[in-house]
């Protein structure tokens, strides 16, 4: 494997968000997001007519959300721990997967503190203020249930492995 070039999504005071990288082909599944929410062809699970419109709104509000994480190195909602030291962004059904690495091909997974249960029962994780410099966008999937699936936490987490061995060759 070789060194690639990784499409930058926001360069900002505290982190540089980037497409992680397959490793076959030098694909990224963000960089294909996005080209489908620009044409409204995302398969969104909630939607039955195509090309939805809204979807570049999705795309919009994806964007903003990397930006400000690039440019104050915290997200104030719309995110979800989920494994691993794997998160994810939340847009409307959107779900894409981040996680951060020092560009050397590892990772230290963050986890974020615990504080207790909201009023309606579910987990308040508080974002980490520790996260590396360099955040890669991975795995993206539209929310099916309540829970991530185990086969799309496993997808990420492949998707990091695949994006982080570029670093170490």
Known sequence: MTKVTRTVLANGDYHEVACAVLAVGVTSPVTELLEL???GMWEDPHESEFPDEGQ???????LAA??????NGELSKGYNRLDAGIWEF??????VT???TPG???YSPKLGADHGYSWDGRSRIAFPDDFDEYIRVGHYFGKQSQRTSPEDIARSIEVREEDL???RH
């Open 104 to 106: 050397d091909g590892t």
């Open 66 to 71: 990397v930006e400000y994480l690039a440019q």
């Open 37 to 39: 929410l620009s044409s």
């Open 56 to 62: 570049a709104r999705v795309r919009q509000r994806f």
């Open 165 to 167: 061995a570029h670093d």
């Open 98 to 100: 981040f996680f951060d």
């Open 90 to 95: 939340k847009i409307e059904a959107l779900r």
